[in-house]
């Protein structure tokens, strides 16, 4: 889906699951990894346990973030689809209090550099479409 933000600014939201849910990833080529939102996503696993990460992450304007690791049963976009998959987990929720003060769906993470460099990603506007290739 292609967002519009204001006059000439767009965001990309790809629809994707998790355990067979239904979830909105911003695809985001400026990011260097994939994270989900913390809060969001803690809903959809079976297991509820996650590991602190030490280190703090940086970016979404902050370098003081704490995050997590966990690990996700089953993540699909489309037909493409991962078992196992270690991802960050970070408090996106400034994000999405900006989404919903634009009157937009929030989102539940963010697809990043690590899946769409690995994966080849080709991404068409005019198509609104995301292919990743193994």
Do not use: C, W
């Not at 889906?1 to 911003?26: F, R, T």
């Not at 959809?44 to 966990?70: C, D, E, I, Q, W």
């Not at 270690?86 to 929030?106: E, M, R, W």
């Amino acid at each position: 889906h292609l967002i519009p933000l204001d006059e000439d600014g767009a965001h990309l939201i790809v629809d994707a699951e998790i355990n067979d849910e239904k979830i909105k990833l911003l695809i985001d080529t400026g990011a260097s990894k994939t994270v989900f939102d913390r809060t969001r996503i803690r809903k959809l696993m079976s297991r509820k346990r996650f590991k602190k990460n030490h280190a703090l992450s940086v970016g979404l304007g902050t370098s003081k973030m704490k995050s997590h690791y966990a690990i996700l049963e089953k993540f699909s976009i489309g037909e493409f689809a991962l078992e196992n998959f270690q991802t960050v987990l970070l408090d996106l929720s400034i994000v999405n209090k900006s989404y919903i003060a634009l009157g937009l769906a929030p989102i539940d993470g963010v697809l990043g550099g690590d899946i769409l460099n690995q994966y080849g990603a080709e991404i068409n506007y005019r198509k609104k479409q995301l292919l990743l290739f193994r």
